[in-house]
């Protein structure tokens, strides 16, 4: 037998007989999974999705080597249900993330439900160290923190940095580390600067393997902060400073993975949880050509700037234009890892990696937009139909429709032209689909309005 032949054998013999919870063994198989989330970021504020003066060098090479996905939604169009529908691969309408509050307040008593199964719970059984950086938003009692919901370690703030209850201070957007308050109000000029060490330090530690790190980012949400190095750096002002510090952000943690020489074996996602939040004017971002921002169920409220990068895996430089959903990451990385997917529940992700690797396409053909407890809108394909509409935050109120408006979205992605009345069999059609999906969804106690009982005066 020639060396060459020998040394292969030896080598393959070794990798065969490695025990199962071997870390070499295992990080042949596991790939690292990476979600960085930003937060009110919109559709058309990154360079590479066509935003004339926000710089994101950072991204705009993470889409040059990686994939774009441009027909891409998140759960929900606000943040507390948008996160459960990541965490959970499940529409917020099963596990009682949604309600009349939308989002949950540091009152509120309620979040996310013990018997809802995360994707760090998922990972964490795998083997998977894992890690939650930034904005928690699932509840704040200790109960329904990350560490409760498979996540070893946590460093952030645990709902929105606009967020206070009016008697206690403490509450104030306080930063966290674990279950303990470490700094009351955080600092957030220094937040998106933190939680980038925090997370460069956790991949550095857990670099021999596989890990899980979720990076939901507390800005772009208002009131916006920025560190003094980005201070008056971007042409856009404020806000573009805030998202050219954001991209830094995505810059560190790749050049983390690349430096290490992990990179090839980690899938890093960077999408956001809903829309921009149009009633802060210059304060809050663009949809760019689509319709609306966050708290709505057009366009502008639900589809999402979303890039996927893993060197090697993904097919650099490419676009998919099939549909996606944050709710897929969930399916999509358990399945990487070899993690079961529930089935003892109704999981609304799918998984892409035919699509991710250039194999196939998305298997997902339709989404579900609700807002609050009800059922807006249903994609099916490039078709859209509205049976109720309403503009975003405090721009309207809502109007149902019978028939249903329906909109072209491959022809037409500002939802500018109704065809519901040359396209009648497909607004039928999408009407079966919804009370298809609508028998499927059965009325679970919503946490969002679970509100401490009022105290005797």
């Not at 971007?234 to 995505?250: A, F, I, K, M, P």
């Not at 399916?331 to 070899?338: D, H, Y």
């Not at 799918?350 to 579900?368: E, I, Y």
């Amino acid at each position: 037998m020639r060396p060459t032949a020998f040394l292969c054998t030896v080598l393959l013999w070794s990798l065969m007989t490695l025990p199962a919870n071997s870390t070499l063994g295992a990080n042949l198989q596991k790939p690292n999974v990476v979600i960085i989330f930003a937060d009110d970021l919109g559709y058309g504020d990154l360079g590479c999705f066509g935003n004339p003066t926000i710089r994101t060098p950072n991204l705009d090479r993470m889409a040059a080597e990686g994939q774009k996905w441009t027909q891409f939604y998140a759960a929900a169009s606000v943040c507390t249900p948008s996160r459960a529908g990541l965490l959970t691969g499940r529409l917020p309408i099963r596990n009682g993330m949604c309600g009349q509050r939308r989002v949950l307040f540091p009152d509120s008593i309620g979040g996310l439900p013990a018997d809802e199964i995360t994707l760090a719970e998922a990972l964490k059984a795998q083997g998977y160290a894992t890690a939650c950086v930034g904005k928690w938003h699932l509840g704040h009692l200790p109960q329904y923190l990350p560490t409760r919901n498979g996540f070893d370690s946590y460093f952030g703030i645990p709902y929105s940095n606009d967020m206070r209850a009016w008697d206690d201070r403490s509450k104030m957007a306080p930063l966290m580390r674990d279950e303990k308050v470490i700094e009351v109000p955080a600092d957030q000029t220094t937040l998106t600067r933190r939680y980038t060490e925090e997370a460069v330090a956790f991949i550095r530690t857990n670099k021999d393997r596989p890990f899980f790190l979720y990076m939901p980012h507390t800005f772009p949400h208002v009131p916006l902060f920025r560190s003094e190095r980005f201070a008056g750096k971007s042409l856009r002002g404020l806000y573009g400073d805030v998202v050219e510090e954001l991209d830094w952000s995505v810059g560190e943690v790749l050049d983390a993975l690349r430096q290490l020489k992990i990179d090839g074996r980690t899938m890093v996602a960077f999408t956001s949880d809903n829309g921009p939040w149009l009633i802060m004017k210059l304060n809050g971002g663009s949809a760019g050509l689509l319709r609306e921002g966050k708290g709505c169920t057009y366009e502008g409220g639900m589809r999402e700037p979303t890039v996927f990068w893993w060197p090697g895996r993904i097919p650099a430089g490419t676009v998919v234009t099939d549909l996606g959903s944050t709710m897929d990451l969930f399916t999509t990385a358990a399945k990487l890892a070899g993690a079961a997917v529930p089935d003892d529940r109704v999981i609304d992700g799918v998984d892409l990696s035919a699509a991710l690797f250039g194999r196939g396409h998305s298997p997902r053909k339709t989404m579900f937009y609700y807002r609050n407890r009800e059922l807006f809108a249903v994609r099916k394909g490039p078709y859209k139909a509205h049976f109720i509409t309403q503009p975003a935050y405090g721009k309207g109120e809502k109007v149902a429709h019978d028939p249903p408006e329906l909109y072209h979205l491959e022809h037409d992605p500002g939802e500018k032209f109704d065809v519901s009345k040359q396209k009648p069999d497909v607004v039928a059609d999408l009407i079966r689909e919804a009370e298809l999906h609508k028998k499927t969804v059965k009325p679970v106690d919503s946490q969002l309005d679970r509100q401490p009982a009022k105290r005797a005066n």
